[in-house]
């Protein structure tokens, strides 16, 4: 079955960077684009970024365009986001997903999210 | 961006009861609305894709309806273990965009 496992999270600094991975399998990984989406304590959810499934295409929230970078390393079926100059509004679980099928943009797989915290 | 409106906020329902979320779209969205069940410290799981396909797995008492910016998410008979955070999600337009969540409690 797919499994996907985050780690990498933690607590950073405002203006200091930290990298996320997301471990996948139980299904061809390289056939599918991938995606990060965070969720602030007790609020929704927000779709950050992703990644096509060759890593030749990346989209981003405005909010993180220019700070967070995706990536992808298809020998090893793991997915990563970047993030640099972290704020205090990037404080947030952040999830990798599966989405539904190729070329679509609903989640039917999800990992079980790691905790960002940025503070002093 | 494409803003998703959900409405009611927070509902209190009894088991066996009805229930029915709302969720708008600012701009239509045809069919490419998803449906997901958050439970406290737990990942979203898919409900509904495509407005109103039930996802494998998920009981048929789930079940959705709508096509354009008005989608309906209806539990024909609440079960206990379907008190949980309700989130609708456009994937017709760049960014993908999640309502702000229905909380589903008992009353």
């Known amino acids: 079955q797919v499994q996907l496992v985050e780690s990498g999270g933690g607590v950073v600094q405002p203006g200091r960077s930290l990298t996320l991975s997301c471990a996948a399998s139980g299904f061809i990984f390289s056939d599918y684009g991938m995606h990060w989406v965070r969720q602030a304590p007790g609020k929704g959810l927000e779709w950050v970024a992703v990644i096509s499934s060759n890593g030749n295409n990346k989209d981003y929230q405005d909010s993180v365009k220019g700070r967070f970078i995706i990536s992808r390393d298809n020998s090893d079926s793991t997915l990563y986001l970047q993030m640099n100059s972290l704020r205090g509004d990037d404080t947030a679980v952040y999830y990798c997903?599966?989405?539904?099928?190729?070329?679509?943009?609903?989640?039917?797989?999800w990992g079980q999210g790691t905790l960002v915290t940025v503070s002093s | 961006d494409i803003q998703m409106t959900q409405s009611p906020s927070t509902l209190s329902a009894s088991v066996r009861d009805r229930v029915t979320i709302t969720c708008r779209a600012s701009q239509s969205i045809s069919s490419w609305l998803a449906w997901y069940q958050q439970k406290p410290g737990k990942a979203p799981k898919l409900l509904i894709y495509?407005?109103?396909n039930l996802e494998s797995g998920v009981p048929s008492r789930f079940s959705g309806s709508g096509s354009g910016t008005e989608f309906t998410l209806t539990i024909s008979s609440l079960q206990p273990e379907d008190f949980a955070t309700y989130y609708c999600q456009q994937y017709n337009s760049f960014p993908w965009t999640f309502g702000q969540g229905t909380k589903v409690e008992i009353k």
């Open positions: 997903a599966k989405p539904h099928g190729s070329g679509r943009n609903d989640f039917d797989s």
């Open positions: 495509q407005a109103s």
